[in-house]
């Protein structure tokens, strides 16, 4: 079987809004992430976790309280 058969095809302007949406609340989330967490080396503290379910922050304290923000994909 080739390889092109394996993957259905998947171009881009049937999901481009998607994409734009998408990436625009990584980016919010990203920003809410780096205001919340300690700075480390190479900015380690925002990288998304990658979940069975989609992705998800590491914990983020905000004053008293600890939270999580995770984008469900399923």
């Known amino acids: 079987m080739s390889d092109a058969a394996r993957w259905p095809a998947l171009p881009l302007d049937t999901w481009r809004d998607t994409y734009a949406t998408l990436h625009m609340w990584t980016q919010v989330v990203g920003k809410v992430c780096l205001a919340l967490t300690p700075r480390t080396n190479h900015f380690w503290n925002i990288a ?26 399923v």
Not at 48 to 67: E, K, N, V
């Open 48 to 73: 998304f976790q990658i979940t069975a379910r989609g992705l998800a922050t590491p914990p983020m304290i905000a004053g008293d309280r600890a939270l999580t923000i995770t984008f469900d994909f």
